[in-house]
């Protein structure tokens, strides 16, 4: 089958009404990618070699966000809504390149599994002309049977038009199907919009297809594959069932999760064996962890790469561009943004390093922060191999601290400091004896005058 060429066409002209969203329903993101992208990659994970994208309601925004999930695939507008096998056939022009097999699939299903489209695949390669997904829910009241005769597929059975005998059939339709490139086009055509709403069914090509005297079967997903989105407490169930998904994948790989219920992947999270996990932890997109690092609680992550055995939180937050180096410390109250933290490097606490190299060893103290933004531009700061800032500092950049070089606490330091330097950026203490005690007076004589004449 590995030789079969396969054309996706996935439906996603919805406009997703329940979702009571100005945007397209199928760019609703789950683990922070637009559903429908991953249903691309499902696509393209049972080896679909062309994508076609059937949009409408706001099809620009589509347009625009396929070019990033979805670089090769071709788009084409339904321009009006008559039926699913309407939909399929505004890609005509990509079906009639004489694909092996054609899967039609929907940009709300992002669970789908690339398995179950394989599977579908698979009989089209031992000869079936169509290969329905079925499912079984919980409870099939609303959804239409998949009536099977001699361990072919008969028909689907909407359930209005069910019989009591049919109506206990527990197998469903998913709507996802697999159709031989072959007759897709000639099967297509055929579909009729004689019924209450005048519109055209896929799943009329069930028996058409019979009728002709092709092999029609069915094939299984789980009932979490087959799940579609219409509204966003379905869209948070489907969250809910991609992180436990992706939390199992991870400790069956070698990652302690502490508490998993409460950690937040990202569609792209990579994380090696040994990282340990502490409770509430978010990772965004673009997030490499390697092995053996410790993520404390409350820590929040995106865009950052971590190496191994790294230490980070509780509560950190590491921004787009945060480089940690092979057993850095990031910790509590700490933001690192667009920095690299060298290895060995400390970032203790309450800390904002952005726009800046902190040397291999160097420890950065509690409260320092580079000022890297004037307002309208941003500035490097550079800070050498096991230079020592202290607390409370301010690096004002563009900036650089030669390596050893020693910042004393509370400065403010504008120009760059030389190796093994020690610099000081503070006004000189005076000390007056008594004016405290003076200070504290006058304060009060001039609170309680104020209570006074307020009275």
């Not at 939909?87 to 899967?103: F, G, H, N, P, T």
């Not at 379905?234 to 998904?245: C, K, S, Y």
């Not at 230490?311 to 509590?332: E, H, I, S, W």
């Not at 902190?358 to 230079?387: H, L, M, P, R, W």
């Amino acid at each position: 089958m590995s030789q079969r060429s396969c054309l996706s066409i996935i439906l996603a002209a919805g406009e997703g009404t329940r979702m009571k969203s100005a945007m397209p329903k199928v760019l609703h993101a789950i683990a922070g990618l637009p559903m429908v992208a991953h249903v691309v990659k499902a696509a393209e994970a049972a080896g679909a070699t062309a994508l076609a994208l059937v949009i409408g309601h706001g099809a620009e925004e589509m347009r625009k966000a396929a070019q990033k999930f979805a670089p090769r695939a071709e788009t084409f507008v339904q321009e009006r809504r008559l039926g699913t096998a309407h939909a399929v056939l505004a890609a005509r022009e990509a079906i009639s390149k004489d694909y092996d097999d054609i899967l039609v699939m929907f940009g709300d299903t992002p669970l789908i599994d690339a398995g179950v489209l394989a599977a579908a695949r698979q009989k089209l390669a031992e000869g079936a002309a169509v290969a329905v997904i079925g499912f079984r829910p919980p409870n099939p009241t609303g959804y239409g049977r998949l009536v099977e005769k001699g361990g072919r597929l008969a028909a689907i059975r909407e359930e209005k038009d069910c019989s009591e005998a049919e109506k206990k059939i527990g197998f469903c339709n998913a709507g996802m199907m697999a159709v031989a490139g072959k007759h897709a086009l000639r099967l297509l055509d055929k579909v009729g919009n004689s019924n209450a709403k005048g519109e055209f069914y896929l799943t009329d090509i069930v028996e058409i297809a019979g009728a002709e005297g092709l092999d029609v079967v069915a094939t299984e997903a789980s009932f979490e594959s087959a799940l579609g989105i219409n509204n966003r407490a379905e869209l948070a169930e489907a969250e809910g069932i991609w992180q436990g998904r992706r939390r199992r994948e991870a400790m069956l790989s070698g990652v302690t999760l502490i508490a998993p219920e409460t950690v937040y992947f990202s569609h792209d999270t990579e994380i090696g064996a040994d990282t340990i996990v502490e409770p509430n932890v978010w990772f965004g997109p673009g997030v490499k962890i390697a092995s053996g690092a410790r993520i404390h609680a409350f820590s929040h992550i995106e865009g950052a790469t971590i190496a191994s055995n790294c230490d980070v939180g509780p509560f950190a937050r590491l921004r787009p561009g945060a480089d940690l180096k092979q057993k850095a410390k990031v910790g509590n109250f700490c933001e690192i943004k667009q920095a690299t933290i060298e290895e060995g490097a400390k970032v203790n606490h309450l800390t904002y390093i952005g726009d800046a190299r902190v040397g291999a060893g160097a420890n950065i103290g509690a409260g320092t922060i580079t000022c890297n933004y004037d307002g309208y531009s941003k500035f490097f700061t550079d800070i050498g191999e096991g230079a020592f800032v202290g607390s409370n500092s301010s690096l004002v950049a563009p900036l650089t601290i030669g390596k050893g070089g020693y910042i004393a606490s509370g400065s403010v330091i504008t120009e760059s400091v030389p190796d093994d330097a020690l610099a000081f950026g503070r006004a000189r203490q005076k000390t007056l004896p008594g004016k405290g005690r003076e200070l504290r007076e006058r304060f009060a004589s001039a609170a309680a005058a104020k209570k006074t004449v307020a009275e």
